[in-house]
């Protein structure tokens, strides 16, 4: 029925979803919750006049209500089904109740402000709201796992058929996979990247709950695992374009130097991954004039004049190593930039490029003790490895990691040819998350927050310590905190790359390098969408040692 088309077509699905546990409700004579369990039996929204088998809500003198868990982080709101309100014992067509959503249990149990920092920032999770009897009544878009309900209506029952999370998202399989001798590096992988899965609504998100824009910088981690994840997407295009549309020069995307420097890298990678030359030609009136302007910040001793520095929240506090991180992110985005104009079969530009990367290659700042700035100065090229790692990355375990520049700090880490090293970090810094009964990684997450911490899947018990409401900092205190940040994948992209070994060397995937690195594990396996298909690698530890390897690839690739 085409001719009745209105509007835009919403490129993602909606999908029911039951409750999978009862966490809470009020036991009090005056508030009462009965036959809340009804509620995890999978029923559907649809009603008849006559109520069969109701969950019932009295509110009598005190207001009752119940916290439901939907078992994993889901994006998009709640279906309340009601059969009727009966308020002083008449039936009335319309009922109050307030709906809080959670992405921890204490997060739903929370009011606006106070010390916890809840808040409705970007998306509404706390709203008072009217439902009407024998009404399928939708409501909230934002990130959750759990639903507190309240009646508020005095001297009121409601009779409930059912509470379902209307889950909004692509229809997407995953093309990619990973599996290894390890469960838990399983479910990492995995989890990352059901967390930037969430997160490719309209456009490619960094939050669910908060954070629901196109942040080009945080994007990096993000597109890197939508290649090893979903393989193309448009999305990816759609989201750089429309940071690029929305960011006249000299303006920087974001606001952020660095984030115009992710962007050039983005272009890089996704060029590397796709082949896609056209695509590549739609960016040149603006990757040029860019590059002209990180070379106008270049200093003739090798430094630069970058404005508003930033690499991410938890090296905000160290300004000396912040300024190393940018310093090694120009650098790559010109090197990038240069490539790129090779390819575009711009020379001239490309040598001038080149010139300005080989002036800021001369000047090697200090690393400062940051991991995040120890990590670019290595992948750029200004910090041997091994040195590098013994000095920084490999100093406390987790400790210093960040969710964001974790990635990078892997990949140097293994570069300096510790691939044990960057397990054991991710088994330690993810994994953490996971233990507290994360089903996403997190906008940020500090190891020692692990100390004597209640998992978020329940009401904090006396003793333990409230994870998401007692943590965070700068902009994201207390319950502003996001549980799902796709910026926080990077070990699905890792574990690809630097485990299974598989390597982009030439554009398109027409060449790829397969390179295992096994570590402690005895075997591995898994697949890597490419532009022609699917390749597959397996590898095994044999009993001497040596590694016995197994691929199928699409006859287009070269595998070396």
């Known amino acids: 029925m085409n001719g009745f088309a209105l509007g835009q077509k919403d490129p993602r699905i909606r999908e029911y979803v039951t409750p999978k546990k009862v966490i809470w409700k009020s036991e009090n004579s005056n508030a009462e919750v009965e036959e809340e369990e009804l509620l995890l039996e ?153 967390t930037v899965y969430l997160n490719m609504q309209e456009y490619l998100w960094d939050g669910i709950k908060r954070d629901r824009m196109v942040w080009i910088g945080d994007m990096h981690p993000e597109v890197s695992t939508i290649q090893t994840v979903f393989g193309f997407h448009d999305i990816v295009p759609k989201s750089l374009d429309y940071v690029r549309d929305r960011t006249p020069l000299p303006d920087w995307m974001n606001t952020f130097p660095s984030y115009s420097a992710w962007w050039v890298i983005i272009q890089h990678d996704w060029y590397m991954y796709t082949g896609d030359l056209t695509y590549l030609k739609n960016q040149k009136g603006y990757l040029l004039p860019l590059l002209d302007q990180f070379c106008n910040h270049v200093k003739d001793d090798g430094t630069n004049t970058a404005p508003n520095p930033f690499l991410d929240w938890p090296s905000h506090d160290n300004p000396e190593g912040v300024q190393s991180g940018i310093h090694a992110l120009l650098y790559m985005a010109l090197e990038k930039g240069a490539k790129l104009c090779s390819i575009l079969e711009e020379e001239e530009a490309s040598h001038i490029y080149w010139y300005f990367a080989n002036k800021l290659s001369q000047y090697k700042p200090h690393h400062a003790n940051s991991k995040q700035a120890a990590a670019l100065l290595t992948l750029a090229g200004m910090l041997e490895p091994h040195q590098a790692n013994q000095d920084v990355l490999a100093v406390g375990g987790a400790k210093g990691f960040s969710t964001f520049y974790g990635y990078y700090m892997l990949q140097a880490i293994a570069e300096a040819g510790d691939v044990q090293g960057s397990l054991d970090v991710i088994r330690e810094y993810w994994g953490g998350m996971l233990q507290l009964g994360a089903t996403t990684f997190w906008e940020d997450f500090n190891i020692e927050w692990m100390e004597n911490a209640a998992k978020i899947d329940q009401l904090t018990p006396p003793g333990k310590i409230d994870v998401h409401g007692t943590y965070g900092d700068h902009c994201y205190v207390g319950y502003r905190h996001s549980l799902c940040h796709g910026w926080a994948s990077g070990p699905t992209a890792w574990l690809t790359e630097y485990v299974l070994g598989i390597k982009i060397k030439e554009a398109g995937c027409k060449v790829i390098e397969i390179e295992p690195n096994l570590g402690d594990l005895n075997w591995v396996e898994g697949y890597f969408p490419t532009p022609y298909g699917q390749l597959y690698v397996k590898h095994e530890k044999q009993v001497d040692g040596t590694i016995k390897t197994n691929i199928d690839s699409p006859e287009e690739i070269k595998i070396i």
Not at 88 to 100: A, D, S, W
């Open 42 to 194: 999978g029923r559907d929204g649809q009603l008849l006049i006559n109520p069969e088998k109701p969950v019932v809500m009295h509110h009598k003198d005190k207001t009752p209500g119940i916290l439901l868990d939907f078992g994993v982080e889901l994006h998009g709101g709640i279906q309340l089904a009601i059969w009727n309100c009966v308020k002083n014992g008449e039936l009335i067509k319309t009922t109050k109740v307030r709906i809080r959503f959670g992405e921890s249990a204490m997060e739903a149990m929370s009011d606006i402000g106070g010390e916890t920092n809840a808040t409705n920032d970007h998306a509404m999770r706390d709203q008072i709201v009217d439902v009407s009897f024998l009404g399928m009544n939708e409501f909230g878009n934002t990130g959750f796992r759990f639903v507190r309900i309240d009646l508020l209506e005095e001297d009121c029952m409601m009779q409930i058929n059912s509470i379902r999370a209307v889950f909004l998202h692509r229809d997407l399989s995953a093309k990619g996979s990973f599996r290894c001798s390890d469960p838990l590096l399983n479910q990492i992988w995995d989890t990352g990247a059901y």
